[in-house]
């Protein structure tokens, strides 16, 4: 079992920035792939940024390429979403999920991650 526990979000005018951060406990965080999902208001659940055990791979979606940048700290148990140029789009709740997976891969579909986060807002006002 792993908890995760999600901080950081709030309101933010657009343009601005924040930075999200996932802290894990309960097992060895760093066998585990993570991604960062966001759910909009009236729309889907989508993978924005996800990440290997290793940190060495990464990917994102395209509506955040180049604003958003994923890391992790495994001696700190956390992994983090540095997010800028922040849009009133990007308004949604941000869930971090894990997986256990010491691969050299990520993985981009909400079904392959076994734990989640509560969650934390974010909103970007115009």
């Known amino acids: 079992q792993v908890q995760l526990v999600e901080s950081g979000g709030g309101l933010v005018q657009a343009g601005g920035s924040l930075r999200l951060s996932c802290a894990a406990s309960?097992?060895?965080?760093?066998?585990?792939?993570v991604g960062w999902f966001r759910r909009a208001p009236g729309k889907e659940r989508e993978a924005v940024a996800t990440i290997d055990w290793s940190g060495g791979i990464t990917d994102y979606v395209n509506s955040v390429k180049g604003r958003f940048t994923i890391s992790r700290d495994n001696n700190k148990n956390t992994v983090y979403l540095q997010m800028n140029s922040l849009k009133p789009e990007d308004t949604a709740a941000y869930y971090c999920?894990?997986?256990?997976?010491?691969?050299?891969?990520?993985?981009?579909?909400?079904?392959?991650?076994?734990?989640w986060g509560q969650g934390t807002l974010v909103t970007v006002s115009s």
């Open positions: 999920a894990a997986k256990e997976a010491r691969h050299y891969r990520v993985w981009t579909w909400e079904s392959s991650y076994d734990y």
């Open positions: 309960g097992r060895t965080f760093s066998n585990y792939a």
